[in-house]
């Protein structure tokens, strides 16, 4: 991960981010479960998910490895009149750049796969558990499920509307799979369409499992969707992880 894979996107990232109430009162319920105070997203990208943890009242840090996608975060974060820590920095080395532990660790939105190399998955997840507090929780999403690796979907809208389209286009490889994000103007001003690509390893339940245990982490709780559903290797089309140090 030496090159940024944002460095084009990080600008219109933000264009699919959609209102999801079952979403924040997915994480409401879950940090107040856990008596959770303080959050770090160690993969804050654009930083809507550190103004929805700062909303909820609660202490957040926030840090990425992208730099473009940080400077969207500033511009996010002062648009909204919010100040919080950003650090640019690699989550597979938190412990050596923050002192303070925290209750909760996210890292959202299929942002640990970018890891190819399963030894530096295992770092990613030994330096988040240690800047864990004892009885943390470690959060992690993604969108890829054992049921679409199956039927290996390829494309997803993921908007459409009368100005601009988003599809998603899936390649999928032996261990990886490959993102690619076509976005389409229909505007008489803009009629023009950009791509952009990131590729991930494939990592499902069972893998995590594996990962998570290897590496220090106890009781492990895997959901399918936003209402603490249970995740079914059959019809799950979200992967929800919730790891206890």
Known sequence: MTEDPFREFAAYYDRMIQEEPDRVEFFRTLFRKHGVKSVLDCACGTGNDLIMVHNFGLQVCGSDISKAMLAQARKTLTKHQIEIPLKHLDFRELPQHYDQRFEAVLCLTTSLPQLLEEREIGKALKSMREVLKPKGILVLTQGLTDVQLKTHVRFAPAVNT?????????????????????????????????????????????DYERLLRKTGYSRIEFYGDWNFKRYDKEESELLIVVAHR
């Open 162 to 206: 009368p100005e601009f389209s988003r599809i998603m286009v899936v390649d999928y490889y032996h261990e990886e799979y490959e993102v690619n994000v076509l976005d389409l103007g229909h505007t008489q001003d803009n009629d023009e369409f950009d791509v952009y690509g990131v590729r991930y390893r494939i990592l499902l339940r069972d």
